[in-house]
Structure formats: C-alpha cells, structure tokens
C-alpha cells in the first residue's frame, strides 16, 4: 500500500491578500466618511467661491483688423467679490434635552408588590409579620411602579439653527446631537449636516 504524499504550502494566494486588503481600505474609508474625516462635496464655503472668482483674469477688449469696422466696447468681467447665500445654511444656535416621563402600565407596581410582600414576610412574627408584609407589599408597588416609569422614560433633543437669511429652524432628534452652539451646518431635508 503506498500513500502519496501531498505537499502543503503555508503561503497564501496573492489574490487574497489583494482582497483582504481592499477590504481592510474600504472600511477604513467608510468609517473615515462616517465620523467626518474626510470632506464631503456638498458645498464648498463662500470664500472659496470668492477666492476663485477674483482669480479669473479680465477680459480685454478685442482689436478690430479691419479698418473700417466699428467695434462694440467689449464687456470686462468685474473683480468684486460675489456674495454666495445658502439658503439652507446656519448656525447652531441651542441644544435643549427633553425628557418625557414613560408612564406605568402596572406591571413594574404588581412586581414590586410581590417582592415587597416577600421582603416583609421575612421580619417580624405574629400580627407583626403580617403588618409588615403587607407594608412591603405596599412600598414595594409604589416602588416597583416609579421604576417601571424610569425604564419607559426617553429623551430627545431639539436644536435651534439660525440661517443665514435670519430665519430660525427648530430640528428634532432622537440621538444626543454632536452639534455644538455656534457650529456652522446646513440643514438638508430636515437633517443637519456638516457645512
């Protein structure tokens, strides 16, 4: 009986190594994308704009080459800085947290009354273990009842923007904003981003 022997190589295909890599940078420059890294493209600052505008050269006029032709003054390009508005542009103005109370359906003061009768039952004896089991059973509801209401509470947060024409826009989010009083944004769709 003979066995035949195959030969194992321990290195990795080239092409894997290329994907994995490739994976490893897109993710990268996901997370990049995600937490701000890198600049978006969807608006550039006014004073890029007026940066680029008074860089154009001028125009001059054309020269006539024939002698007899009337030529019309050729229209110069002015070198004052255009002013760029965004209409969707402003700046964080206030951030309020508000926090709504969950309300109590039973279940949290049924649960504490249990727990709370249990709790009482061990103290005492007699007529006293009786008093206090059912003044564990009534604290542990009043109890059971305001935690239920904490646990169902939520928070959100409403940010004020003022825009740039002077108008005010109230957004509401579910999430803690990351937006800081006198943060420039645009506001887009109801979503604030970056500007």
């Known amino acids: 009986m003979t066995a035949q022997v195959t030969k194992n190589s321990n290195s990795t ?14 993710s990268v420059a996901g997370i990049a994308a995600i937490m701000g890294w890198i600049p978006t493209s969807i608006g550039g600052s006014a004073e890029k704009a007026t940066l680029a505008q008074t860089k154009k050269p001028s125009l001059k006029p054309a020269q006539s080459t024939a002698a007899g032709a009337k030529s019309a003054p ?5 070198n004052a800085p ?6 969707e542009c402003g700046v964080i103005e206030s951030t309020r947290e508000i ?9 949290g003061a049924a649960g504490g009354a249990v727990v709370g009768g249990l709790l009482g039952h061990q103290v005492g004896g007699g007529s006293g273990k009786q008093i206090a089991t059912v003044v564990g059973a009534v604290g542990g509801a009043v109890a059971g009842n305001e935690v239920e209401k904490r646990v169902k509470s939520t928070k959100s947060y409403e940010i004020t923007v003022r825009l740039d024409d002077g108008s005010i826009r109230v957004i509401g989010a579910a999430d803690p904003p990351t937006w800081r009083t006198g943060d420039h944004v645009k506001v887009v769709d109801g979503v604030i981003r970056a500007n």
């Open 13 to 26: 295909p080239v092409l894997l190594w290329a994907a994995g890599i490739a994976v490893i940078l897109f």
């Open 99 to 107: 926090a709504t109370s969950g309300e109590g359906t039973g279940l």
């Open 82 to 87: 255009v002013s760029v508005k965004c209409a």
């Open 74 to 78: 050729a229209k110069v390009a002015s």
